[in-house]
């Protein structure tokens, strides 16, 4: 069978539903795309020599620019984020869909002073999905001694206590206002654009796709990221500081994502589920505290070391995963594991196609390199962990490519290995994957920053919501 | 090899290239200490927050940095690997040499700037820094520094001198604040031409005098007189910047030292605060510095003037002839592999070594290079061209090892 000649990167997430009615109303129809089917790799109706696959949004130009494929649908601030860190890359806009309108924006926590106030502060801390452009902004604005914090999700949930500014993606500047931020400057506006790798377009034909997707509407311009100007140091720095936080709270971060549940249960096991605004089936950001002097925060499980490390968190519940990939990276960092929860176990494990001939590694490794393959490529949510895999393991010559999500679809056309949680094995099955050895196994924990001194009501806090922890966590074990 | 295994923009340093390499470092290190300077080393990895502090490097620059999280960065704090090191010098001044009186330092080391395609993102700097109250002979003193380490290299220095304050003050006479200021003078550095007339538009009262000063280079005190002419009565603030300029071009111009004026030159770097100079040898830039009197209060410490420049090692090195190695490597020829034959012919190698020869034990010889051989008592040594010659003593060996190497 001969490969597709071409390959469409489609996005999942928010853009998944409008993406496909604007490939519905252009003729395209993607086989399950819209309704969200389980499965990556998906085929149009009509048109056999195009493959596409679903992807995370923001691992879309990525792909085009490694020329893994041809086309791609996704979000203009997601194509600006590449270009603002590698202005070099060949991704070509090739036209506007004309849905998923969205806009990037610079926000402040409500009531706080405007952008000008910022000029010449040392220190600021910006909370963004968007690190590269988070990063332009404070070069372009000549901020002195700015901390960029990358985060997986959540951004708009920063801001005051856990940074100053956040870079966030939002309908307009009521959508920000919602989040309980003010917008200060909007670096971007724009809607989901066709994207294409500069090669691909220049050898390949791609007309089958080209043609209905490009057809309509002359080109229009595509907007770029408008970044402010210097700003000036503002005269007087007081009045201007972050609001100082509150002493005597003591400061928990709870999961969203697959790891709610297993913290629900924890949390109501152990007398400590807030009353309200955090359950089975909802969630805000800010939920209500169950016993005073306690300030809950709900975050991504991904950000939670870094928050911890850096003190502006004192504890938090998060998968054993998230710690030991934030302690691969920074082996120096100041968190550790506390207690284990004893919830939501999977084992993060090396996977690759059920097609390769090895039962173990090695003989994977053999494998690949009898192909004639140089490099062997790592993708993983994980990448510090993967890299330290990879390095354990003596790959020889790897690269580890760190990705966002919708991992399964990755092997065996864009990677030959995943570093990867497995629960049950069902979804590797579903995905013609396989395991080929096992990491370690994850499990929900509770995490705080080694040598930290408490004292007054915090310490007191602190010991009764790891004891009510603690002996939850035994009662459940010893069922 | 299909693909190269170094990384792009990466490059090697062959024997013949690192030859002139170390005549420039040499050249430069011996005319730093004629003038009283220390050598000094910072770090390859820094904070990036010292580079981004405002008023440090550029946002263009900045853009360029490689900078990244590495094993300790679990608070997102970045480092990076040193794009300058005037700021690293600066640095290591506030933190340990910050006790008052002048500190005059220099180094030779490596910059890491991102550039694009298969140019060199790694360069070598001969720098120096002159840390404290030192205007204006410091200013005079940098110039003619950097034409001593040319001239003993045997290259002419053309220098072109500039002042940042004679744009800034053009600029905020336009009425722009400082936000304005600084963007419009990136444009004006980019060769933007609408920012020219932009400016234009502002100071209709300067009219085509500004096209003197920012498009135009003019010739040492006379051009000086003609922007002095031009603008202090509409500019009044270019008077200062001015009358430092005419100091040290009177000074250069008096010892024989001819140079050229340019308002618009100083590229990517903010923290010149006066006069700025730049070396050019046949049209290639070589090396430039100026005073950047606010640098080190920026980075925290006192309020300190100071002044430097940087050769570019790399652009000189290039320029020198290239030379053959004049060292002749003899051989001391093993006769046979056992160990009190590789014995004795360490021992007269080394024997030789300590004649202040360079002597090596091979099986083969160098190509046209003298071969010495143990021989019973005496030695034989066979000259380049062939013939032998019994000598009898380690002493006689090396006196004609030596009439060799003059031959």
Known sequence: ???????????????????????????????????????????????????????????IPIQIALGNYDLGVCGLAWVEELRARFPQHPVVLLGNLGVGRSGLYV?????????????????????????????????????????????????????????DLAVIAAADEAAVSAHGLSPLFCLLEGSAWLIANAEGLARKDLSPLLGPLTGGAGRVEAPS????????????????????RRGDMLRMALPD?????????????????????????????????????????????????????????????AGRDCLTEHLSRFPSSPV????????????????????????????ALE????????????????????????????????????????????????????????????????????????????????????????????????????????????????? | MDRPLRCRGMRDTLPQEMRRFRRVEEAFRAACQGWGYEEIRTPILEHLHLFTTAGTLSPQMLGRVYSFLDWDGWSGERVVLRPDSTIPAARLYAETLDQGGLVKLFYVQNVFRFAEGDESREDWQCGVELIGDSQPQGDVELILLGREVLAHLGLEADVRLSHTGLVRAVLAQAGL????????????????????????????????????????????????????????KGVPQMEGPLDELAIVVGALEGLGCRCLISAAMVRNFEYYTGPAFQLEVAGHRVGGGGRYDALISLIGGEQVPASG??????????????????????????????????????RLASALRAQGLAVQVAGEPLQGSPVVKVAGEGYVLVGRAGGERHLASVEAVAEALRESARD
């Not at chain 1, 089936?281 to 850096?310: C, F, N, W």
């Not at chain 1, 506390?338 to 196609?353: E, H, I, K, T, Y």
């Open chain 1, 1 to 59: 069978m001969n490969p597709p000649a071409i390959k469409l990167a489609l996005p999942a997430g928010d853009l998944r539903g409008p993406a496909a009615r604007a490939l519905d109303s252009a003729g395209l129809k993607v086989e399950g795309y819209g309704e969200g089917s389980r499965s990556y790799v998906l085929s149009i109706a009509g048109r056999a020599s195009v493959a596409a696959r679903v992807f995370r949004e923001k691992d």
């Open chain 1, 107 to 163: 926000a402040v926590a409500d009531g706080a002073p405007g952008l000008g106030s910022l000029g010449g502060r040392r220190g600021l801390r910006i909370a963004s999905e968007y690190p590269n452009i988070a990063e332009a902004f404070a070069l372009a604005t000549r901020l002195p001694a700015y901390r960029v914090q990358a985060v997986w999700g959540a951004a708009e949930a920063y801001p005051p206590e856990d940074a």
């Open chain 1, 225 to 244: 990221l408008r970044l402010p100007p210097p700003l000036p140091p503002t005269a007087g720095r007081a009045g201007v500081s972050p609001p100082p």
């Open chain 1, 257 to 317: 994502g697959h790891q709610q549940r297993h913290a629900v249960a924890a949390l109501r096991d152990a007398g400590l589920l807030p009353p309200e605004g955090y359950g089975e089936s909802e969630s805000v950001r800010r939920p209500q505290s169950p016993i005073p002097g306690l300030e809950m925060k709900v975050i991504r499980p991904h950000d939670m070391p870094q928050l911890v490390a850096t003190g502006e968190m004192d504890l938090a519940v």
């Open chain 1, 336 to 363: 550790q594991e506390l207690l284990d929860l004893g919830r939501g176990q999977f084992n993060l494990a090396a996977v690759v196609s059920e097609e390769v001939p090895a039962s173990d590694l090695g003989d």
């Open chain 1, 367 to 479: 494998h690949w390199r009898g192909q004639g393959r140089q490099v062997v490529r790592v993708a993983s949510e994980f990448p510090g962990i993967a890299d330290a895999y990879a390095r354990g393991q003596h790959l020889g010559r790897y690269q580890v490519i760190p990705i966002a999500g919708a991992s399964e679809g990755f092997v065996p056309e864009d990677a030959e290995l995943l570093i990867e949680g497995t629960e049950t094995g069902r979804t590797l099955a579903e995905n013609r994957l396989k395991l080929i050895d096992s990491l370690f196994r994850s499990t929900t924990c509770l995490i705080a920053g080694k040598g930290r001194e408490q004292s007054g009501r915090r310490r007191r806090v602190f010991d009764q919501v790891v004891a009510a922890l603690r002996s939850a966590a035994e009662a459940a074990r010893s069922v």
């Open chain 2, 177 to 232: 604040d400082t936000s304005e200021q600084l963007a419009l003078y990136d444009r004006i550095l980019d060769g933007d031409e609408s920012s020219l007339v932009e400016l234009q538009a502002r100071l209709p009262e300067l009219g085509a005098s500004l096209q003197m000063l920012l498009a135009m280079e003019g010739q040492g005190g006379a051009y000086l007189s003609n922007l002095r002419s031009a603008f202090t």
């Open chain 2, 309 to 346: 420049f940087a050769l570019e090692a790399g652009v000189l090195a290039a320029l020198l002839a290239a030379e053959a190695s004049e060292r002749q490597i003899a051989t001391v020829a093993l006769e046979a592999r056992d160990g009190e034959s590789l014995a004795s012919a360490f």
